[in-house]
């Protein structure tokens, strides 16, 4: 089994920043890819950002530039920086890992732009 936990979410101001950590724990293979999705209320869960264990990245058009998706392999963690945050980036944010067909998430953590 595989947990992930969540950390760093909050209220902010637009224009401020977060970061977002996630750390996964069990039995996880190597190679795999690592992400945040959000899902705001009444929409889809949506891809935010995604990194392979490779350090490949990739990026919801809506944040390239202002959020960056880093992790560390030896610590099974990955994060998320957001910076320049918009009132619509509020939303409930999911850390997921995957490989061959193994998918897990994280319970979420929010955050919420506002003044």
């Known amino acids: 089994q595989v947990r992930l936990v969540e950390s760093g979410g909050g209220l902010v101001q637009p224009g401020g920043s977060l970061r977002l950590s996630c750390a996964a724990s069990g039995s996880i293979f190597s190679s795999n890819i690592m992400g945040w999705y959000r899902q705001a209320p009444g929409k889809q869960r949506e891809l935010v950002a995604g990194i392979t264990s490779a350090s490949i990245t990739n990026y919801a058009d809506s944040v390239k530039g202002r959020f960056t998706v880093s992790r560390d392999n030896a610590k099974n963690s990955v994060y998320l920086q957001m910076n320049s945050l918009k009132p619509e980036a509020t939303a409930v944010y999911y850390c997921?890992?995957?490989?061959?067909?193994?998918?897990?998430w994280g319970q979420g953590t929010q955050v919420t732009v506002s003044s």
């Open positions: 997921n890992i995957r490989w061959s067909r193994a998918d897990y």
